[in-house]
């Protein structure tokens, strides 16, 4: 399995022809208080850079981008009784949605940990 | 307050998103700057100003405003001053308040109206004896001091402190936080701290220092406004702070705090497009104004007063967690009655509540209308506000 990340500060751990994603730790402490999750229905469709979740902290939504294209293949339920499962545990309990990796190209470009260490230390 | 549009994570990485301002604008530094930081604020732009959005968390911090007491700077806000004879005559011509009735040691809430009727601000005016104290909203103040100078005669004196930080103590402890400061009435006969009630004012002396201290506030609990000198306001935060039951609380428990009490945002749910009666703040037009009239948009505000508004502002309670952000529209059945003027996550109430204007016909407490949230239609019911009820602490004469 191999984990990377994007500049929009998801994670997507890849295993095989599927995809597990959500939102790093920077990003859950930047967004602070997570209080809902919309996360996208079994069977959609999802397309590389488009919405395919919603995160709500207290102050404001924000979108989740899909770092990949594919088909959703199961979104976290766990969120939906406790979206703060994000805050506490982001990059394991928080994962957002599964996908299928319809296009294993669109992975290149993408960061692992230590140069998305580095992104984020610049920011 | 903060922008609530949606925005990517990348956006909102960015840091300035929530501001209103442009990211290039600059921005001034409070007079606690270096003190929030310390206590480990996250600090964003509002109002002209990099301001605490949050110290260790919205949903902790609302918590702890709800249950202790929580302290807020603030310092963005405008503190003016009116004085001179005639003062309350000249107000009266810009606010629909009842100003020549307004004791010495009174607050009352109050709107500075344009010619239309329409919205310019919403502010607080304390009467002090030798002075009127006016507190207006940080991102307004200085359209404010341009429309007060203009309108106030030449013998009225407008003076604007802005030497003056303004901290909030918010909380059913905040009596008893502020009471171990051991404040003193600045002259004799004034009220002691513990005679002030909900809408009272006084000025104080703490270690010396000169505080003007007003029973009021944002978030619906009991607790204080204090005016103090730029220069004792880090010794005056940190005096509370070491109390057990006070925390630094930030922007953004300020605002889930006001929508539980039902208190509008002025940008957002007033403007100079609102009015008073469909703002819902009737209230605010003293009975003896509305008999004499004479202040801005008089004619219209006292047909809508006696006619109805067509729209009206009112409260929604949503079920499930998804929150109605500013500009929602609201439906009821295929009809759009109105649009969302702000919305959040109730941390009291456990789901998300909204202020909307809707059409008169659909604005009861009760009616059954639908929130339009990324493309989907999500069941709303109209509800009395304070969503989470007032726990202010009257006395005597106060209002």
């Keep these: 399995m191999t984990r990377y990340y994007t500049e929009e500060h998801e994670w997507i751990e890849v295993d095989g022809d599927t995809a597990t994603i959500g939102i790093t730790d920077y990003a859950q402490e930047q967004l602070g208080d997570i209080v809902f999750v919309e996360v996208p229905a079994e069977g959609t469709s999802l397309a590389k850079g488009k919405e395919a979740a919603v995160v709500e902290s207290v102050k404001a939504a924000s979108d989740v981008y899909s770092p990949i294209s594919g088909t959703a293949i199961e979104g976290n339920t766990a969120l939906e009784d406790d979206p703060s499962l994000v805050n506490s545990s982001p990059e394991q309990d928080g994962w957002f949605f599964k996908v299928t990796v319809a296009d294993p190209a669109e992975l290149e470009g993408l960061m692992d940990e230590a140069a998305y260490k580095d992104f984020v230390a610049g920011l | ?399």
């Design chain 2, 1 to 399: 307050m903060e922008n609530k549009a949606r925005g990517g994570l990348c956006h909102r990485m960015s840091g300035q998103s929530m501001s209103e301002e442009a990211e290039t604008e600059s921005l001034e530094k409070l007079p606690l700057d270096a003190w929030h930081r310390r206590q480990g604020a996250r600090m964003v732009g509002f109002a002209g100003y990099e301001m605490p959005i949050q110290y260790e968390g919205i949903l902790a911090e609302h918590e702890w405003t709800r249950t202790h007491a929580g302290l807020f700077d603030v310092s963005h806000m405008g503190q003016l001053t009116v004085s001179g004879d005639g003062a309350a005559e000249a107000l009266e011509a810009l606010l629909p308040a009842d100003i020549a009735s307004l004791k010495p040691g009174c607050i009352r809430y109050s709107l500075l109206l344009a010619e239309d009727g329409g919205i310019l601000d919403d502010l607080m005016v304390t009467n002090r004896s030798h002075e009127f104290y006016l507190v207006v909203n940080g991102a307004t103040k200085w359209d404010d001091i341009g429309h007060l100078r203009e309108h106030l005669p030449d013998d009225v004196t407008l003076n604007h402190l802005a030497g003056h930080a303004l901290l909030a103590l918010q909380g059913p402890e905040a009596a008893v936080a502020l009471g171990r400061l051991a404040l003193t009435p600045a002259f004799q006969g004034m009220p002691a701290l513990d005679e002030l009630g909900f809408m009272q004012a006084g000025p104080f002396f703490w270690e010396g220092r000169p505080l003007g201290v007003g029973r009021s506030g944002y978030t619906g609990e009991d607790g204080f406004e204090i005016s103090v000198r730029a220069e004792h306001v880090a010794a005056l935060a940190d005096a509370l702070c070491a109390q057990t039951e006070v925390k630094p609380i930030g922007l953004g428990a300020r605002d889930s705090l006001r929508l539980e009490a039902g208190l509008p945002l002025y940008g957002h749910d007033l403007s100079p497009e609102t009015d008073p009666v469909s703002a819902g703040l009737e209230f605010a037009i003293s009975k003896a104004r509305r008999a004499t009239g004479g202040f801005p948009g008089a004619e219209r505000i006292l047909k809508l007063l006696a006619e109805g508004a067509p729209t009206r502002r009112v409260g929604l309670a949503l079920e499930g967690r998804a929150a109605a952000r500013e500009g929602a529209e609201v439906f009821a059945g295929e009809n759009k009655v109105g649009h969302v003027t702000s919305g959040g996550f109730s941390p009291t109430l456990g789901h998300p509540i909204a202020m909307a204007y809707v059409n008169a016909a659909v604005s009861t407490p009760g009616e059954e209308l639908e929130i339009e949230i990324r493309g989907k239609r999500l069941p709303a019911t109209v509800a009395p506000m304070p969503f989470v009820p007032h726990r202010y602490q009257r006395r005597g004469a106060a209002k």
